[in-house]
């Protein structure tokens, strides 16, 4: 799987990302190393599946966010679109009763529409990301609430649309392997997240206006559009991140979001994509997303403090970014 | 020039912003007439820890019933989460500066609103209380479910159904909240007390998250493989663990039971993936700490404690005529 992934970025556009990428590699299989030493109940399958599950979402998060911090951005709205994404999924599919392939389509375009106007806002507008996105956290978590009538939205009459994530199409070619679907979702998204950034247009200009806006600009390019296109792309993946969200959990939940942007944000850092833009890998976001749930699911499974695996994470994450910053240096 | 443009457009939106609200917003409850009738009738703020789940839902349901029994005009509202400690307390504030009849308060930190009940006290404003007390002799009332008695019950049940022994585990929405310490505390001390031979193995937090919570449930599980019961201390946290359960396909080897309701818990109830569950009575808290509050404004006497009890519910029950109405969907 690794494997597969690790093709899909391409060759990397600047070679220092292949430093940080190992670095980051080397630190997950330290922390697979460590615990599986430490608890017997760590290296199972069912218990790896449940790694690789729990890290479908914030990993298609993740992927969105990578675009919008390659080009010197940030969306603080990952979360809560996704959220809204979810019950707009719910709203199609539940409400009015349309097919479910509609109703994941329309997901992941609500997602879309939301990232296009957090980037017509910022490029149109002139407001800075932080605010723009953080506007629209505030409004998607309202609207989730809104539209679904502060009520969950249940599946229960599609079973269907729980195989999407929770259905195992591995498991059903080898019986025993039971990988869940979202998990192959999440790398799906992955190498289509690679290919756009290292063979369209899209992904050139992304790389671009994070190195130098104004140079771009000069150049000729119309920045204005291809950030509102940036923008947009993340907002698709948290589309997408609500549609697995709303499947495992059989339902759409309204409330859910808050927070999870945070937990992206920490994937795409720790995975060696700056902050200050012009560069960054999907592989590395996935392994960064991989770190983060191998922590929780790690520290979990020997009983460590919730509390404690929170400070754990912090400083992981700024130990990554720190590690940057000294390889750099020298 | 440009600046006044500017300026004129963000007035005109936040305008426009607000004329959308307020037509969006309901009316309060209990409000019949139109707008030449005068606001005569007596208005109490129901500020409750929350309006996003379903249980709030439910309490605001009964409130609104009882608003509408005995003619008073309510408005809802609560924080977005259940952390949000400084945001209820701004609500408390506004509602106190509106000069209410009395006002029902359902608080996040028992201590925190003490200064704000005793200027309430000092104008004269009655405060009930409702779903978790407050540390103080202020409030004229609470009306509540017992959630020690309710939790241990819970814990008596845990211990009938793996036969008395075995590793246990249990998932709470947060460890600040007095719900959260009581039903904890009530579900854990039992084990210890009655069932020397129950091991707790594990308790941890979802903060009420249905995805945190399942891959929370889901690590307990791993790490201990001979887990036979599993508690979940509200309604995200038990279908969390129902989650767990399901996608780790250990269906009748876990006894799992839930707290409250919610159309997940009782569907789980219902094909006996879930053992049972305690219900609290929502639309009776709500009701109850209006009623309280409209007799305490007469200066009727009020019962100090309200307990709006609980119940156990389980496949056998869960279509009985005292249960139906209290589980919410």
């Known amino acids: ?41 760590f290296l199972t399958l069912d218990n790896v599946i449940g790694i690789l599950l729990a890290t ?29 994404s979810a019950v707009m999924t719910g709203v199609l ?51 989730s609430l809104v539209i679904s009538g502060v009520k969950p939205i249940y599946f229960n009459d599609t079973p269907e649309f729980r195989q999407i994530a929770m259905g195992s199409a591995l498991g059903a070619l080898i019986p025993g392997l039971d990988i869940p679907n979202a998990v192959f979702i999440m790398f799906g998204a992955a190498i289509v997240a690679g290919l756009i950034l290292s063979k369209t247009v899209l992904g050139r200009y992304c790389f671009a206006i994070g190195s130098n806006e104004e140079a771009t600009r000069l150049s000729g390019v119309n920045v204005d559009a291809w950030k509102a296109a940036v923008y947009m792309v993340c907002g698709m993946f948290a589309g997408l991140g609500g549609v697995i969200m709303a499947s495992r ?12 942007e945070l937990d992206a944000i920490a994937a795409v850092v720790i995975g060696g994509t700056s902050l200050r833009g012009g560069e960054g890998t999907v592989l590395g976001t996935i392994i960064g997303a991989f770190i983060i749930s191998v922590l929780a699911n790690g520290l979990r499974i020997l009983s460590v403090p919730q509390e404690w695996q929170m400070v754990v994470t912090g400083a992981i994450v700024v130990l990554a970014v720190y590690a940057d910053i000294i390889r750099r240096r020298q | 020039m440009k600046r006044t443009r500017v300026l004129s457009i963000l007035a005109g939106a936040t305008a426009a912003a607000v004329l959308v609200a307020g037509c969006a917003a309901p009316r309060p409850a209990g409000t019949t007439g139109g707008a030449a009738q005068p606001a005569a009738k007596p208005y109490i703020p129901v500020i409750s820890k929350g309006f996003q789940h379903q249980f709030w839902q439910a309490v605001k349901l009964g409130s609104e019933r009882a608003a509408k029994d005995f003619n008073v005009d309510i408005t809802f509202e609560g ?51 409702f779903d978790s007390g407050v540390d103080s002799d202020i409030p004229v009332a609470t009306a509540a479910t017992d959630n020690i008695a309710a939790a241990g019950y819970a814990a008596d049940k845990m211990a009938e159904l793996i036969g008395g022994e075995g590793e246990v585990a249990v998932i709470v929405h947060d460890q600040t909240s007095r719900t959260g310490i009581d039903r904890r505390d009530g579900f854990v001390n039992r ?4 069932y ?32 036979k019961g599993f508690f979940g201390a509200n309604e995200g946290s038990a279908i969390g663990v129902l989650n767990a359960v399901t996608e780790l396909k250990k269906e009748g080897q876990i006894v799992v039971i839930g707290y409250d309701a919610g159309k997940q818990q009782k569907d789980a109830v219902r094909s006996g993936v879930m053992a049972g569950a305690i219900t609290q009575d929502p639309i009776g808290i709500g009701y109850k700490c209006v009623e309280a509050a409209v007799k305490a404004i007469k200066g009727e006497s009020v019962e100090k404690n309200i307990d709006t009890g609980f119940k156990w519910y389980d496949k056998t029950n869960i279509d009985a005529e005292d249960i139906k109405p209290l589980l919410y969907d």
């Open chain 1, 1 to 41: 799987m690794e494997a597969k992934i690790a093709r899909a970025p391409g060759k990397s556009l600047f070679r220092s990302d292949a430093v940080q990428k190992l670095m980051a590699f080397a630190g997950l299989i330290a922390l697979f190393v460590v615990f599986s030493l430490a608890s017997p109940n």
């Open chain 1, 56 to 84: 479908a979402v914030n990993g298609v998060l993740a992927l969105g966010a990578t675009f919008v911090i390659i080009a010197a951005g940030i969306d603080l709205s990952v979360g809560t679109v996704m959220t809204f």
């Open chain 1, 93 to 143: 599919v539940v409400f009015w009763g349309l097919p479910i392939p509609l109703g994941i389509v329309g997901g992941i375009l609500a997602g879309g529409l939301c990232g296009l106007v957090n980037g017509l806002v910022i490029s149109k507008m002139k407001v800075p990301p932080f605010i723009a996105t953080l506007g629209m956290l505030y409004a998607t978590r309202g609207l």
């Open chain 1, 249 to 260: 959990l059989n339902s759409a939940q309204p409330a859910l979001g808050a927070g999870y």
């Open chain 2, 79 to 129: 924080p977005e989460s259940e952390a949000q400690v400084d945001k209820q307390i701004e609500m408390l504030q506004t509602a106190i500066d509106k000069k209410p009849a009395a006002i029902c308060l359902a608080a996040l930190d028992s201590k925190a609103v003490i200064p704000l009940l005793e200027k309430a006290k000092a104008a004269n404003i009655p405060v009930i209380g």
């Open chain 2, 191 to 194: 084990i210890k007390e009655k």
């Open chain 2, 196 to 227: 020397p031979k129950i091991t707790i193995v594990d308790v941890q937090y979802g903060g009420g998250d249905h995805l945190k919570s399942t891959d929370l449930a889901k690590a307990i599980i791993q790490a201990h493989p001979n887990l």
